[in-house]
Structures are given as C-alpha cells and as structure tokens.
C-alpha cells in the first residue's frame, strides 16, 4: 500500500489557469505539509497544517492555498499559475516532525 | 550566511569507496538531525535521524553530530552504484515540526 499519494504524476498546464493537487496518506499522521522543489533541487517547504494548526511559509504568494477536508488528505490549489511556478510539488506526512514521509511528486509545467 | 549549507556536488567515487557527506549550519537551536535520500524523479526518503550530538549507525550508514562545530556528516561504507541519488540534510529544533533542509549532495558510484 503506498503510504503517502499524490495524483497528478504530471500536470501541464498554461498561464493563468488555477490547478489543484490532491495528496493523501493512509499513515494515521496529523501532521502534512507541501514542498516545493525547483529545478536545483532546493527543497522549500509551503506550507505545514494538522487539524490544529497551518504554518504558512511567508515566501509563498497567496495564490497558493492549502486545503484539507480531512486529517488524511492536503490539497494544494493554485490560482493564476505563472512560469515561475513550475516545479516538483512534494507532499509530505508525519507524526513527530522528524520522520517525515514524502508523496512521489507531482511535475507542475507551467506554459 | 543560509541557515543549513550542503554542497550541491557532484560528488564521484568508485564503487566500494567510503563516502563522507556533510552540511553545516548556524542556528544553535537545532536539536534533531535528519538524512534524506532522492532517486532521481522520486520524492526523499528517510535513511536516518540523530537527536544532539553523537553517532548513530544503520548498517553501511553512519550519521555524525557535532553541536559544538555545529557540523553534521553521513559516512556510507562499501558504496554501492545503487547510492547513486541526491542525499538531503535537514534539522530541526527541539518541538518544532518546520526542517530546514540542506540544497542536497549528488553522488554518484561507478562500478
């Protein structure tokens, strides 16, 4: 069973269209977050969130928004994608902060 | 001065060699010191975690802390051509659930 998921693999896309991302871990974790990861391989985290809190990277501009109906599922939405945006997006899981649990990425192409 | 330095590499050795990766970093307040592993196009995965200072060892693995140098290292004994990936370090402080991470170290093992 793949413990944390995240679907599409791949997503192209134009600019100025709004895209989300879906991420969902089966792990029993409160803790999920979203990264970014440019093509340096720098890895930058958005955004954490459990059911109490959201840590919101001050980096980040605000046409990211997290979203999560559930403990087990982190949504990533983007509004009026840029160029700039296109990236490996990474969610990952955790229950301690330490050992976290990273998705396979999702390939955002943004033209 | 970046919170967490890594040297991006790449780094190349023969297979069987001992490898020494290493990150340095200049917050005092961390506490839990992680080891990421990337294969390419793949999210990381934990290879291991040391709390303070010390040593920890996981079969070829060896993970270093040294607070007072505020210096970390990963040894990989007998380097093999499947270590061949992108090595991430990442800290954090002590109840924090925010890593800061390293840029990453590719290496690459030749047979």
């Known amino acids: 069973d793949t413990a944390v998921s995240q679907t599409p693999k791949y997503l192209v896309t134009q600019m100025g269209n709004d895209k989300s991302i879906k991420c969902e871990q089966n792990?029993?974790?409160?803790?999920m977050y979203w990264y970014k990861q440019d093509s340096k391989k720098f890895l930058k985290i958005m955004f954490s969130?459990?059911?109490?809190?959201?840590?919101i990277n001050e980096t980040v501009p605000n046409r990211f928004s997290p979203k999560s109906p559930d403990k087990a599922h982190l949504n990533l939405h983007i509004n009026s994608l840029e160029l700039g945006d296109s990236a490996v997006y990474f969610c990952?899981?955790?229950?301690?902060?330490?050992?976290?649990?990273f998705g396979p990425g999702t390939r955002l192409t943004v033209t | 001065q970046k919170e967490v330095e890594q040297d991006p590499g790449p780094l190349s050795v023969p297979e069987g060699a001992i490898v020494s990766l290493n990150c340095t970093y200049s917050n005092s307040a961390f506490q839990y010191f992680m080891w990421y592993r990337q294969y390419s196009r793949k999210g990381p995965e934990l290879l291991m975690y040391?709390?303070?200072?010390g040593n920890k060892e996981d079969g070829r693995f060896t993970a270093q802390v040294d607070k007072s140098s505020k210096y970390i290292s990963l040894f990989i004994r007998d380097s093999q051509p499947s270590d061949s990936a992108t090595y991430l370090c990442?800290?954090?402080?002590?109840?924090?659930?925010?890593?800061?991470f390293g840029r990453g170290t590719s290496l690459i093992v030749h047979p």
């Open positions: 990442a800290m954090s402080a002590g109840g924090s659930y925010i890593p800061t």
């Open positions: 990952a899981s955790t229950n301690n902060g330490r050992e976290q649990y």
């Open positions: 792990l029993g974790h409160d803790t």
């Open positions: 040391t709390y303070s200072s």
């Open positions: 969130y459990n059911n109490k809190e959201l840590i």
